[in-house]
């Protein structure tokens, strides 16, 4: 089954840049999705398609993807984007959904 | 406002069955797909199974940690989606999630439901 990678912890100073990344075999061949989860709260999706920002997103949040990896970009980063953040792609193979581990973002 | 609700959840004893249902708003029920995804206590997503809409004939499919003892259904003139759990195990103590699917993607979720097995 396909399996994604993504590094437990990132940490990141006010209004700078955080970058969490999501590692898979051949990724840039898939679309990847990534969900915020802030604390006691449902997941909210924050890209589709790799770059796509739903409505209600703030452009401070890019995705992109390349060779075997993808990853979330966020400028500026605020108090406020503390949380844990997946990546999720759809395995035509197994007709599956599969997530990553998740990473916990951490503003000091 | 396009919203998901969950409920049924609760404490149940290990072997037992439980119903959860994805109560929705907002948006035309019977043209998209519906998921339940599941979240153990301190644990990342995990994705548990979907329904398809009638429209691409309603087919399901499910993690392979669920198969065979777990089943979705959706009611679409009532726009509720179903979690039928039977022979629950400890290990399936987790906040249940219903969420819309678009292609393949999630994009809209319900807040939750505390499933607890346990003796």
């Known amino acids: 089954s396909y399996v994604l990678t993504q590094p437990p912890s990132v940490s990141v100073a006010p209004g700078k840049t955080a970058r969490i990344t999501c590692g898979g075999s051949h990724i840039v061949t898939r679309t990847v999705h990534w969900y915020q989860q802030k604390a006691g709260q449902a997941p909210v999706l924050v890209i589709d398609y790799d770059s796509v920002r739903p409505s209600g997103i703030p452009e401070r949040i890019s995705g992109s993807t390349s060779g075997n990896t993808a990853t979330l970009t966020i400028s500026r980063v605020e108090a406020g984007d503390e949380a844990d953040y997946y990546c999720q792609v759809w395995d035509s193979s197994s007709a599956h959904v599969v997530f990553g581990g998740g990473t916990k973002l951490t503003v000091l | 406002e396009v919203q998901l609700v969950e409920s049924g959840g609760g404490l149940v004893e290990p072997g037992r069955s439980l119903r959860l249902s994805c109560t929705t708003s907002?948006?035309?029920?019977?043209?998209?797909?519906m998921s339940w995804l599941r979240q153990a206590p301190g644990k990342g997503l995990e994705w548990v199974g979907f329904?398809?809409?009638?429209?691409?004939?309603?087919?399901?499919q499910y993690a392979a940690s669920v198969e065979g003892r777990f089943a979705i259904s959706r009611e679409d003139s009532k726009s509720i989606a179903y979690l039928q759990m039977n022979s629950l195990k400890t290990e399936d103590t987790a906040v249940y999630f219903c969420?819309?699917?678009?292609?393949?993607?999630?994009?809209?979720w319900g807040q939750g439901t505390l499933v607890t097995v346990s003796s």
């Open positions: 329904i398809r809409s009638k429209t691409y004939g309603g087919t399901l």
């Open positions: 969420a819309r699917m678009t292609h393949n993607w999630f994009d809209a």
């Open positions: 907002g948006f035309t029920f019977d043209d998209y797909a």
